[in-house]
């Protein structure tokens, strides 16, 4: 059974996949991109301070 840490990490993880297709992709218009950008900033920090955190 995944420990509460690695089923964080695999959440972030699946978010930040999720984000970085949409900034990607051709569906989504620019003016939404700055936005996503920062939600992608925000959760990459959030996964940093996770490993950081359980080392």
């Known amino acids: ?3 509460p ?3 964080e990490k695999a ?3 699946c ?3 999720e984000l970085q297709d ?3 992709g051709h569906n ?3 003016d939404l991109k700055e ?3 920062d ?3 925000d959760a990459l920090d959030s996964l940093q301070g996770l490993e950081q955190d359980h080392a």
């Open 28 to 30: 989504v218009s620019s």
């Open 1 to 3: 059974m995944p420990t």
């Open 5 to 7: 840490y690695e089923l």
């Open 22 to 24: 949409l900034i990607d």
């Open 35 to 37: 936005p996503l950008k």
């Open 15 to 17: 978010f930040i996949t």
């Open 39 to 41: 939600a992608l900033d």
């Open 11 to 13: 959440r972030l993880a």
